[in-house]
């Protein structure tokens, strides 16, 4: 799908637009020091809708498995209820967290850090369903749809992902039904949404009404378009809504998947209510944060707390899954009152990890700079 407006970058010293701010008051982000919880509380996990939550009704909705299947399937929440139950403990990260930093600036929902948060969800797991309708030779991507309907730089479409055939039939893809304990709430995707373990937020699809096998790879908007690494900046100030008919860029660029490795600090002491800037009391702080990456396991957390000249070795906690965040502290005893800058950093055991500056892409995604706090020490 090639029809769309690009989305805007903004014009060199431009700030934060009524567009960036309406959609950054309805996505909420995770309050920082809500990092504290294993499990995020599910009021302030945090959210990215593209469109509005739907409004779906238990005893009509259903999930249709289709496409290139031998057998289709049409289940209702109570069928998936009774089929066999997993809880797992994941962590989610928008793609786009971080963008608001980017310089030129993305013109889209604009994060600092906060689009992160860990539940539990259960669900039944995906495989054996599409074992059941039988995947038929030659198949390659699985395109998951959601209810929520809308219009995209031009395009109006229903929210559709899809995933390499071998991802969807990852044993660890759940469809759930329950976050935390308890069924879905709206915002989360009630009755039904996907959980791909490691990958970023876009492929959790949510409201979820119909898997498609497919033999061809999938054109939708999502994936053809959006949540791709671009590098081309286009014209700057060009507009971010408007009618189809234009090439998104002529960089199809590379497709957003896994998330990045990331370390985040619960911010130590107490705010001031405007800037944020952090005050503690001269004396021994714990520094206590979480760090995740969906391509391997967080094996190395590091704290500088004088800008990044010099690091220091976190002790890293248990991990509460194998794609879920995994607690750090370090002790840090201030020399004296004055001004600080803490940072931290996560790496892998494949070898990822966070840069000191970040690189550019014309959708922001997957930027995983290290964090930076500014921390006033007070005598
Ligand atoms: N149907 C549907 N699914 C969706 C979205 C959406 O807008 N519609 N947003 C996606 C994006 S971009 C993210 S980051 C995650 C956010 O999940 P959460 O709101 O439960 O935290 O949902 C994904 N699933
Ligand atoms: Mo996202």
């Known amino acids: 799908m090639t029809g769309s407006e690009p989305a805007r970058v903004a014009a060199p010293g431009e ?10 008051a309805r996505n909420h982000g995770l309050p920082a020091e809500a990092l ?7 009021g302030l996990h945090y959210l990215l809708i593209h469109y509005d939550i739907p409004d779906l009704d238990r005893s009509t909705w259903r999930l249709r498995i289709g496409g ?3 057998r289709p399937l049409e289940l209702r929440l ?28 993305p013109i889209s929902q604009p994060w600092l850090l906060d689009a992160v948060g860990t539940a539990a969800w259960t669900g039944t797991p995906l495989a054996p369903l599409l074992a059941e309708a039988g995947i038929r030779p030659g198949a390659v991507e699985v395109a998951f749809t959601g209810a929520d309907h809308g219009v995209e730089r031009g395009v109006e479409q229903d929210y559709a992902r899809a995933l390499p055939l071998a991802e969807a039939l ?10 935390n304990g308890m069924p879905l709430p709206p915002q989360h995707g009630w009755p039904l949404r996907l959980v791909v373990p490691g990958w970023y937020g876009m492929a959790q699809v949510k409201w979820l009404t119909s898997i498609t096998v ?45 998330i990045q490795p990331r370390a985040l600090m619960i911010p130590p002491g107490y705010p001031d209510f405007m800037s944020r800037t952090r005050f503690v009391r001269l004396g021994e702080q714990i ?43 370090y002790r840090w005893s201030p ?13 892998d055991e494949a070898g990822n990890c966070q840069p000191g500056e970040q690189p550019w892409n014309r959708q922001g995604m997957a930027n995983n700079m290290v964090q930076r706090i500014r921390v006033v020490v007070t005598g």
Not at 36 to 42: A, E, M
């Open 15 to 24: 700030g934060i637009t009524e567009h960036e701010l309406q959609l950054a």
């Open 36 to 42: 504290r919880y294993d499990l995020t509380p599910v």
């Open 68 to 70: 290139a299947v031998q």
């Open 78 to 105: 109570d069928d998936l209820r009774r089929r066999h139950r997993v809880t797992s403990v994941v962590t989610l990260e928008c793609a786009g967290n971080g963008r608001a930093r980017l310089v030129p600036r």
């Open 170 to 179: 990852d044993s660890g893809v759940l469809l759930a039904y329950e976050m």
């Open 214 to 258: 497919l033999d061809e790879p999938f054109t939708g908007f999502q994936n053809a378009v959006a949540y791709r690494l671009k590098q081309d900046p286009g014209p700057a100030g060009t507009h971010d809504t408007g009618p189809a008919g234009r090439h998104d860029t002529d960089d199809p660029g590379e497709p957003v998947t896994r």
């Open 287 to 329: 520094v206590q944060g979480r760090a995740w990456s969906g391509w391997a396991p967080v094996d190395r957390v590091e704290v500088s707390t004088d800008g990044g000249a010099t690091w220091v070795a976190a002790v890293l906690g248990p991990a509460l899954g194998r794609y879920a965040w995994r607690s750090w502290g």
């Open 335 to 347: 020399a004296g009152p004055g001004e600080y800058e803490l940072l931290t950093r996560a790496s």
